[in-house]
């Protein structure tokens, strides 16, 4: 069951190696996409913060937007992943 390296193979036949890339890989768009959202909300409170510092004259607005992107797209997509993923194994 050894072949060249030291990449053994289990019972169904898969590569104990990619089993850990994938899972490798999943771990590390999870922590990126935390990441994205956590400085989105950060964006968010800088603004605030200096809005309320400089009474709501209306400074940074483009960090409005800014944040609201950051903040929103990973868990869109973190939500849209489950559910594609989902409906695959349900065979729909």
């Not at 390296?5 to 089993?19: P, T």
């Not at 868990?75 to 065979?91: K, V, W």
Request: hydrophobic residues 45%; proline residues 2%.
């Amino acid at each position: 069951m050894t072949g060249k390296g030291s990449q053994y193979e289990d019972e169904e036949g898969v590569k104990r190696a990619d089993k850990w890339m994938e899972r490798t890989k999943w771990i590390l768009s999870c922590v990126g996409s935390a990441l994205v959202s956590a400085m989105g909300g950060l964006i968010l409170g800088w603004w605030a913060w200096e809005r309320s510092r400089h009474h709501g004259q209306g400074h940074e607005m483009w960090m409005v937007p800014v944040g609201l992107i950051l903040l929103i797209t990973p868990i869109l997509a973190f939500f849209s992943l489950i559910l594609s993923q989902l409906l695959n194994t349900r065979g729909g």
